[in-house]
């Protein structure tokens, strides 16, 4: 049987060879006595930094000094297009180096290929399916798994001729760079909507009153028998902290409740206070705070109003939004034409990012599959 691709150009029909990491690239590993960081100067890249394709230099800034800078990377400075790899906390993790002020901490590894390895293509080589499995096989740890340089440099990959390798390259980097900019488009389109809606809510004049005026408010197992419309046991998973709970899959927890349409849930743990509109779903009472109306108001209003309130957790153990303290919070109380009016935009701006997160989600599957078919 060939070592070929499932999927390729058909341009090319030759088989693919494979080789040990450390024949067909250079390679400095940086472990050793951890840098001293300061507040300014070079920037560090950390294994935190690294995550699956880019570096993050927002998720931690570290630094080290400029004149220690030579000695920190005597073995080997950076060059744009270096792939690194994380060797430990987290382990596999692959990233192409596109700046070169920077420093190296430990556990990153950098490789470069020789003449008959593309960096990129490297880079999606260490990312591929076929890669990533076997590099589990040869990691160990319990609850940090890490693999030791001397195994990874000696693990094997598979490559083709440097003109298939180039053409790979490209085209994923494209793909890569349209679910880049789709999701530039949905974090301001969030971020137009949020202030939208702001502005709508914080610009009325109308009445405001408390929210236990306008609601029934229950929490936990207080939740009034009437509010139920069924219960289920020990269903799904889910993560249990998180406002994303439109699901038939929740986490562990026995005692799952479909509210009756047309309520308001609120989070009273982890992302403390995200109000949303719920029209029956299963959830667990336990951690979220129930508001049924007392009259005919447009939710959708409601959630927003209330998203836009400034919560301030309960400060004692584990911080916490109760029922009662959310009870006494003020919301603005229009008209039920405004409230309509501002309802309909919040649905239409919520279906906008819907759409915009399922082109997202299909770009992110067919990259997937890709990965899947075009990697021995």
């Known amino acids: 049987m060939m070592n070929v691709p499932k999927l390729r150009f058909k341009e090319f029909t030759d088989e693919w060879q494979h080789d040990k990491i450390c024949n067909v690239t250079t390679y400095v590993d940086y472990r050793g006595k951890t840098p001293n960081k300061t507040e300014t100067g070079i920037f560090l890249v950390t294994a935190k930094n690294v995550k699956k394709g880019y570096i993050d230099y927002d998720c931690s800034k570290e ?10 990377m005597h073995r080997g400075k950076p060059k744009v297009g270096d792939v690194l790899i994380t ?11 596109d700046k070169e002020n920077i420093a190296l901490a430990q556990r990153v590894i950098k490789y470069r290929g020789n003449a008959l390895i593309d960096n990129t293509f490297l880079k999606y080589e260490f990312l591929s399916n076929y890669f990533q499995n076997e590099l589990k096989k040869v990691t160990s740890g319990g609850t940090v798994s890490g693999v030791k340089g001397s195994i990874l440099h000696n693990m094997e990959i598979h490559y083709c001729s440097k003109e298939e390798q180039l053409m790979l390259s490209s085209f994923l980097t494209l793909l890569d ?5 789709q999701t530039k488009k949905i974090e301001d389109l969030k971020l137009y909507t949020q202030s939208l809606i702001k502005s709508l809510i914080y610009n009325l004049n109308c009445n405001k009153k408390r929210i236990f005026e306008l609601f029934t408010v229950s929490a936990g197992g207080d939740i009034k028998k009437e509010h139920i419309s069924s219960i289920k046991t020990k269903t799904f998973c889910y993560p249990i902290y998180s406002n994303n709970l439109d699901k038939d899959g929740l986490y562990g927890y026995s005692n799952i409740y479909k509210i009756k349409e047309n309520s308001i849930t609120i989070t009273g743990r982890g992302e403390i206070g995200v109000a949303k509109v719920r029209n029956g779903f299963y959830y667990p009472i336990v951690r979220l705070i129930v508001l049924i109306p007392k009259k005919n108001y447009n939710l959708k209003y409601f959630q927003e109003a209330i998203n836009n309130i400034k919560i301030i957790p309960e400060s004692t153990g584990i911080p916490q939004l109760t029922a009662p303290q959310i009870s006494n919070y003020f919301v603005n109380v229009p008209t039920i034409d405004i409230q309509n009016k501002i309802g309909t935009i919040i649905e239409i701006k919520e279906k906008k990012i819907f759409l915009e997160e399922l082109k997202l989600k299909k770009l992110q599957e067919l990259k997937k599959g890709l990965m899947q078919n075009m990697f021995v």
């Open 177 to 181: 760079k349209k679910i880049e900019l």
């Open 87 to 97: 060797t430990e906390a987290p382990c596999g993790n692959v990233a192409q180096i």
């Open 63 to 72: 630094y080290v000094a400029e004149i220690e800078y030579e000695e920190i």
